[in-house]
C-alpha cells in the first residue's frame, strides 16, 4: 500500500499552495488537476527531482543477450 | 517531494455555503454576526461623516438557490459596519461604512475580510471534498501570519 501525502497551506486571501510528496514520476500531474478542480487556478507548478524518477507503476527491465 | 503548486482560487458557491465562510471569517477578526437581512430596504444610513467603501471579491460568483436575491450579511466590529451581499452581476461583494474612518482604513478592513472569507470558503471545501475522497486530515494548523496549514495522507492499494 502507497501512503501520499500533501501539505496545502491557505494564505490569508485564500491562495492554495500545495506540496505533494510520496508520488514519483507524473502521478503527481492528477493531483495537481484534482486540485485545480477544487480550488481553481493553477498559478505555478515546480517539480522537484522525484518528478522526473520513473512512475510508481513502471517495470524497468534489463536482459542481456549473447 | 515531487511538485509544489499554487492556486488562485475561485469561488463559485451558493449563497449558504459562503454565508458560513463568512461567519467564520468574522469570528476570526473579531467581529460579531448582525442580523441578516432579506430586502434591499435594509441598508445603512449614510451620514456626511460616514465614509464608505465598495469591494467586489475578484473570481467569485454567488448561485442563486431557493433563497432570495437580495440577502445580505453584516458585521460589526469597533463602529466599522460591513456588509456581504451579491451584486447585479452575481459577484460576491462587500461594503464596508464607518463613521470617523478614513476610506483607506475601510478598504484595508474590507480587503483583510474578503480575503479571509476567501480563506475559509477555501478551508471548508478542501475539507470536505478530501474527506469524501477517503483522504486523512491528520494535522491543521494557523501560522504567524494567519496561513492555515493542512497535512492530508492519502493511502492507495
Given at each position: ?66 | ?8 482560487p475561485i ?86 461604512t464607518g ?42 494548523t494557523v ?15
Amino acid at each position: 500500500m502507497n501512503v501520499r501525502e500533501y501539505e496545502i497551506t491557505i494564505g490569508p486571501t485564500g491562495e492554495v499552495e500545495l506540496h505533494i510528496d510520496g508520488i514519483k514520476g507524473k502521478g503527481c500531474l492528477e493531483v495537481v488537476k484534482l486540485f485545480e478542480s477544487l480550488v481553481g487556478e493553477v498559478r505555478e507548478v515546480r517539480h522537484t527531482s522525484a518528478f522526473y524518477e520513473p512512475d510508481d507503476d513502471v517495470v524497468i527491465r534489463n536482459e542481456q543477450h549473447h | 517531494m515531487s511538485a509544489v503548486a499554487v492556486f488562485a482560487p475561485i469561488v463559485i458557491a451558493s449563497w449558504p455555503a459562503l454565508g458560513a465562510a463568512v461567519a467564520s471569517a468574522a469570528t476570526s477578526l473579531g467581529f460579531s454576526l448582525a442580523d441578516q437581512a432579506f430586502d434591499s430596504a435594509n441598508q445603512n444610513q449614510n451620514t456626511e461623516t460616514t465614509q464608505r467603501v465598495d469591494l467586489e471579491i475578484p473570481g467569485s460568483e454567488v448561485v442563486l438557490g431557493t433563497l432570495g436575491r437580495d440577502q445580505r450579511i453584516r458585521l460589526v466590529r469597533d463602529g466599522v459596519e460591513a456588509t456581504f451581499a451579491r451584486d447585479a452581476r452575481g459577484r460576491a461583494s462587500v461594503c464596508v461604512t464607518g463613521e470617523g474612518y478614513s476610506e483607506e482604513v475601510l478598504r484595508q478592513i474590507g480587503e483583510e475580510l474578503s480575503g479571509r472569507m476567501v480563506q475559509h470558503y477555501v478551508l471548508q471545501k478542501l475539507k470536505s471534498e478530501l474527506d469524501a475522497r477517503g483522504m486523512n486530515l491528520v494535522e491543521e494548523t494557523v501560522d504567524e501570519n494567519q496561513a492555515i496549514r493542512l497535512r492530508v495522507r492519502h493511502w492507495q492499494n
